[in-house]
């Protein structure tokens, strides 16, 4: 009889663990619907709400560097290129197949607009730019203000202003 | 009475014959179909709510991948653009597009678009993009030639076996940081060798096919 019972567990147990399905555990992965979900879309942020980690005032301008500078390059290319071009122009890949051509970044409003006037743009949009606060962080909106002044610099700069050692790079 | 009846013959032959086919029955289930692209879906490009065309958008207009997929760089999860990022363009080129009315409708009932998810894992599997990118290993080692695919298909099966191929030997798929995102990358005569990029990206190659570093 006990023989008996303790093979009808381990048949049991057995069954049970073969039921068990690994692949689709009771967690919740990026996208996924929560189980038992009513409603058939991914669930979103509560309204008002930020991300775990997420400062409650954004921080203000960091002191300019050249790792910023590089960042603000970095991000400028992955986001902003693609209309505003890699100088700035305003004549990107998109506004070349019929999206409004932006002001270039050399007009004497943008060179004389305050750094503040950049962030607020990347992070609330502008006319027919769409806002980029979802994909472009507090600390790399500062990074691109700083490289827009870094390009507006450049167009005007001569081969005196590069430091001696490098102008042969550009010769 | 006879030990064997009349037809006895005829059942040895057919419980012979039968049992070599489910002999090879078995054979074909458990060993040729997880070999077939069938099971891995590999190469398969399931229907999307909109065709969207990496091809077009990557290698035709130069977008870089981070445009849409934001969090590669710090989430395990890529994230797939949200409505606004497709209409950021799309707000103004191709407003009329029958291919884009999802896009549209979305926006409108300000409800998110369901892709289909084309690379799955199950979740006994740990995974995050984000270490991969750090590391130098370019998109295009895991999505193949994504930049041109006019439609996504999976490039590879996701089997642990082929995680495992690059998990035992890393230094051949790594490239230097600023070509992660180069999906027509290759190597020439003047990228650092596979084994310095090991030592500039201070991989553990013995710790790499440990069971934890996967199934945590």
Known sequence: ?171 | MAVFGPRANLFMTATLVGSFWVGVLLIAAIWVVPLMDYNSQQRFAPDQPVPFSHKHHVSGLGLDCRYCHTSVEQSSNAGMPSTATCMTCHSQIWTNAAMLAPDRTSLAEDKPIRWTRVYGLPDYVYFDHSIHIAKGVGCTECHGAIGDMAITRKAHSLYMSWCLSCHRDPAPHLRPKDQVFNPHWRRTNSTPSPEALLVQYHIKTEALSDCGICHR
């Not at chain 1, 203000?60 to 560097?65: D, R, Y």
């Not at chain 1, 691109?144 to 001696?164: H, K, N």
């Open chain 1, 1 to 171: 009889m006990r023989w008996r019972s303790s093979t009808a567990l381990v048949i049991v147990s057995m069954s049970v663990a073969a039921c068990d399905n690994m692949a689709n555990q009771p967690k919740l992965n990026p996208y996924e619907l929560p189980f038992g979900s009513q409603i058939n879309w991914p669930v979103r942020p509560v309204p008002h709400t930020i991300a775990r980690g997420d400062p409650l005032n954004p921080p203000g301008p960091p002191p300019v560097s050249m790792a910023l500078l590089e960042r603000g390059q970095q991000r400028f290319d992955i986001y902003c290129s693609p209309c505003h071009s890699r100088l700035g122009d305003g004549n990107g890949m998109i506004v070349q197949r019929g999206f409004p051509h932006p002001p270039s970044y050399q007009s004497d409003a943008l060179r004389n607009a305050p750094n503040q006037l950049f962030y607020d743009v990347i992070t609330h949009g502008y006319g027919v730019m769409y806002s980029y606060a979802d994909r472009v962080s507090p600390a790399d909106r500062w990074a691109i203000v700083a490289y827009i002044r870094a390009l507006q610099a450049s167009a005007s700069a001569s081969l005196s202003d590069v430091p001696a050692e490098k102008r042969s790079s550009l010769q």
